[in-house]
C-alpha cells in the first residue's frame, strides 16, 4: 500500500523551530516530486513548498519564504520541512503530499494524514 | 501569483440533485487544474485531474469541465457520502494555489 506518514507536529512558542518528517512506502519514493501543504483551523488548503524528486528545484509560498526549508532523504524514503521563526499564523495542520504526473496530468494523488502544528505561547 | 476563486462557498442540496461548483482563475492556466474531496478530519482526495480527468478511485457521479480560466466541478446525483468541502488547485505554476473550498451541505 502506498502511504505517506507525517511526524514532529507540537506545540511551539513563538518564535520557535520545529522540524517535520513525512515517510513514504509502497512506492519508489525517489521518483516523484513532494510538496508541504497546510491548513488552518477552519481554514482552506495552502500549498506550503515543493521538491523535484533529485531535488534540483525547490519553491516556497511567499508566506514561508526565508523561514521554511524544505528537503528530502530518498535513500530513507523520507521528506522533512524545518520551520524557524514561527508565527501564529503557522498554526495548522501540516500535510505531505505526492505529485503524480505518471499518465500526463498532474495532481496530488497520495497525502499523509497530517500532523497539527500550534504556535502558542 | 495565479488566484481561484471557488463559487459558491457553501451550498445545501437534496439527495438526487445536480450540483455545480465552479472554479475561475485570474489567469489563463490551460487544464491543469485539480478538483479534491476533502471530509472532516481526513486529508484531501483527488477526484478529477487535467480539468476533466477522472481520478481511479472516484466516483463517476463526478464530472470536471473548463479551460483557461473557467472551471466547474458537476455531482450528477448528489449522495449522502458526497457532503465534503470541495477544493480546486492549479498546477501550471508556482505557487500551486488553491481555492477556498466549497462546502456541500446535505438536505
Known amino acids: 500500500e502506498e502511504q505517506l506518514v507525517e511526524s514532529g507536529g507540537g506545540l511551539v512558542q513563538p518564535g520557535g523551530s520545529l522540524r517535520l518528517s513525512c515517510a513514504a512506502s509502497?512506492?519508489?519514493?525517489?521518483?516523484?516530486?513532494m510538496n508541504w501543504v497546510r491548513q488552518a483551523p477552519g481554514k482552506g488548503l495552502e500549498w506550503v513548498s515543493y521538491?523535484?524528486?533529485?531535488?534540483?528545484?525547490?519553491h516556497y509560498a511567499d508566506s514561508v519564504k526565508g523561514r521554511f526549508t524544505i528537503s528530502r532523504d530518498n535513500a530513507r524514503n523520507s521528506l522533512y520541512l524545518q520551520m524557524n521563526s514561527l508565527r501564529a499564523e503557522d498554526t495548522a495542520v501540516y500535510y505531505c503530499?505526492?505529485?503524480?504526473?505518471?499518465?500526463?496530468?498532474?495532481?496530488?494523488?497520495?497525502w499523509g494524514q497530517g500532523t497539527l502544528v500550534t504556535v502558542s505561547s | 501569483d495565479i488566484q481561484l476563486t471557488q463559487s459558491p462557498s457553501f451550498l445545501s442540496a437534496s439527495v438526487g440533485d445536480r450540483v455545480t461548483i465552479t472554479c475561475r482563475a485570474s489567469?489563463?492556466?490551460?487544464?491543469?487544474l485539480a478538483w479534491y474531496q476533502q471530509k472532516p478530519g481526513k486529508a484531501p482526495k483527488v477526484l478529477i485531474s487535467?480539468?476533466?480527468t477522472l481520478q481511479s478511485g472516484a466516483s463517476s457521479r463526478f464530472s470536471g469541465s473548463g479551460s483557461g480560466t473557467e472551471f466547474s466541478l458537476t455531482i450528477s446525483s448528489l449522495q449522502p457520502e458526497d457532503y465534503a468541502t470541495y477544493h480546486c488547485?492549479?498546477?501550471?505554476?508556482?505557487?500551486?494555489?488553491f481555492g477556498g473550498g466549497t462546502k456541500v451541505e446535505i438536505k
Open positions: 503530499a505526492r505529485r503524480n504526473c505518471d499518465d500526463g496530468p498532474c495532481s496530488f494523488d497520495n
Open positions: 509502497g512506492f519508489t519514493f525517489s521518483s516523484y516530486c
Open positions: 521538491i523535484s524528486n533529485t531535488l534540483t528545484s525547490i
Open positions: 489567469q489563463g492556466i490551460s487544464s491543469d
Open positions: 487535467a480539468a476533466s
Open positions: 488547485q492549479q498546477l501550471n505554476s508556482f505557487p500551486f494555489t
